[in-house]
């Protein structure tokens, strides 16, 4: 039996990379999915993951354009969902962007939209479904943080580390405010995985070795790992689970730190 017959599911920046597999993974266990993007050049994607998700797996899906770092993009977005697929029971905050800018010249408007996109995404999106996720009494707020969330991992690009530190702490508060109401706020916390936001950094190839050698399972993370944590946490098995960080490292975040771990920021930025 499909786990999530007749829920809806957000996933924001749904369009590629890891929140096309979480996509995929939710719709294959039968939630309804809104795909939301943000760049014009990738309607078409998420316009072919709809297709291939009703498809294959036999849901509803929609896809929808948004800035998650805007409340009247994010309000009117949840109104076209509500719309169409009816309230979200299940919000994935996936969007996230890491600008491979060095501290020394990081201009402001940067470390503006890295934290408007990785960090006040996930207040304005959850603001504006929690009263009906109150009203139905359930819930699930999944958000994609990092490694760097625990760590300061490698690049060392500040604005990024810090700013899913803080999405770390606002998934655990959230968990605390919300979860009388039966609303489970988790985070899976990805090492590096080969999408296009790691794409320049691991053409290097010394990078990708070092960066596989760094991780205990000697390899990198995939995509569809990170959904099948989201199916989990999304699941009726997780109902207790409140509050977690969970890791899809490979252990990464447990080892002690190497000297060698971080690598030369010149070869990359
Ligand atoms: P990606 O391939 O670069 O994709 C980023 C996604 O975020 C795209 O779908 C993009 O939408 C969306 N996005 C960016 N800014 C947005 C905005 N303002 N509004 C709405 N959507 C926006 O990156 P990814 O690797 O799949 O990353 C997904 C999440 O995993 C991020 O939160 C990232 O920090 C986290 N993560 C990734 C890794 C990794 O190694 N890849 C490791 C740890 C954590 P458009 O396509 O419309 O631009």
Redesign the pocket.
């Known amino acids: 039996m499909s786990k999530f017959l007749n829920r809806t599911a957000l996933i924001?920046?749904?369009?590629?990379?890891?929140?096309a597999a979480i996509v995929k993974r939710l719709a294959e266990e039968g939630a309804n999915v809104a795909i939301?993007?943000?760049?014009a050049g990738?309607y078409e994607k998420a316009y072919a993951l709809k297709e291939q998700v009703e498809e294959q797996f036999s849901v509803r899906a929609m896809v929808i354009k948004?800035?998650?770092?805007i409340k009247a993009e994010v309000d009117h977005m949840i109104d076209e969902v509500e719309r169409e697929l009816g309230p979200v029971d299940i919000l994935v905050n996936?969007?996230?962007?890491?600008p491979f800018e060095p501290f020394l010249s990081l201009s402001e408007e940067t470390w503006d939209e890295t934290y408007q996109?990785?960090v006040k995404?996930i207040f304005l999106t959850s603001q504006r479904v929690a009263p009906k996720m109150i009203a139905n009494k359930y819930g699930k707020i999944i958000n994609?943080?990092?490694?760097?969330s625990l760590l300061v991992t490698s690049p060392v690009i500040p604005h990024y580390i810090s700013s899913?530190a803080a999405a770390a702490q606002l998934t655990k508060a959230l968990a605390i405010e919300l979860g009388k109401y039966n609303i489970n706020v988790n985070a899976v916390g990805?090492?590096?995985?080969a999408?296009?936001?790691?794409k320049e950094y691991l053409e290097n190839p010394e990078i990708l070795a070092k960066e596989i050698e760094a991780n205990p399972m000697k390899r990198l993370g995939t995509e569809k790992q990170i959904g099948d944590a989201v199916v989990f946490l999304a699941s009726d098995e997780a109902m207790q689970i409140n509050g977690h960080l969970l890791m899809v490292d490979g252990g990464l975040t447990v080892k002690a730190a190497q000297p060698e771990d971080h690598m030369d920021r010149g070869a990359i930025v």
């Open positions: 924001t920046g749904g369009s590629r990379g890891i929140g939301n993007y943000a760049s990738s948004a800035n998650v770092g996936n969007a996230g962007i890491a996109t990785n995404s994609i943080t990092s490694t760097a899913k990805p090492s590096t995985v999408t296009d936001m790691c």
